[in-house]
């Protein structure tokens, strides 16, 4: 046998004992995930997420001992974490998960940037009612809440319109 080699991965502090079969057919598995997720916008989180699972394998694998990883261990591990494809990865506890609310300008319909958009399509308001509250708040504060109303402008996301905005949010995260 080869001279072992360790793998680290994400979400795991540990450094797993394992043969270079093993670390190549790992590689081999997420060079492949990286390349089949590239036009998706959470591809990075996909992979972080098999990483993670992988890494749970292992833990349970290797437990306390000092024997490497050998490749057709590997292979196992990564047979039960399931292959990646465009419509999304076989993990269980991603699969059908939405991403949620999220912070975010809209544009279509925005006054100042879409923050007040924004703000009521995550909040379920009515955007009228945020930019009254926005606009009193801004009075009273003394300008205030305009420099943070600024600053939203500079860092949150631009979605193009209001249903564009809840397919987004809608949609299964890794679907």
Avoid: N
Avoid at 21 to 29: G, H, S, V
Avoid at 30 to 57: H, K, M, N, Y
Avoid at 59 to 77: E, K, R
Avoid at 126 to 154: C, E, K, M, P
């Amino acid at each position: 046998m080869k001279d072992p080699t360790t793998i680290r991965l994400t979400g795991h502090a540990a450094a797993y004992p394992a043969t270079h079969e093993a670390r190549d057919t790992l590689r081999q598995y997420l060079d492949e995930a990286q390349r089949t997720l590239r036009s998706d916008p959470d591809a990075d989180d996909v992979v972080r997420d098999l990483e993670s699972a992988i890494g749970d394998r292992l833990s349970t694998l290797v437990g306390s001992g000092d024997a490497p990883v050998t490749g057709a261990q590997m292979a196992a591990i990564l047979a039960e974490v399931g292959p990646v494809s465009p419509t999304g990865p076989a993990l269980p506890s991603a699969v059908g998960r939405s991403r949620g609310r999220f912070w975010c300008r809209i544009h279509e319909g925005g006054w100042f940037g879409g923050v007040c958009l924004g703000i009521a399509a995550y909040g379920g308001f009515r955007v009228d009612w945020v930019r009254t509250v926005v606009l009193l708040l801004t009075l009273f504060s003394g300008g205030l809440l305009a420099i943070a109303y600024l600053a939203l402008l500079l860092v949150l996301p631009v979605v193009p319109t209001v249903a564009e905005y809840e397919r987004q949010r809608d949609a299964p995260r890794y679907a």
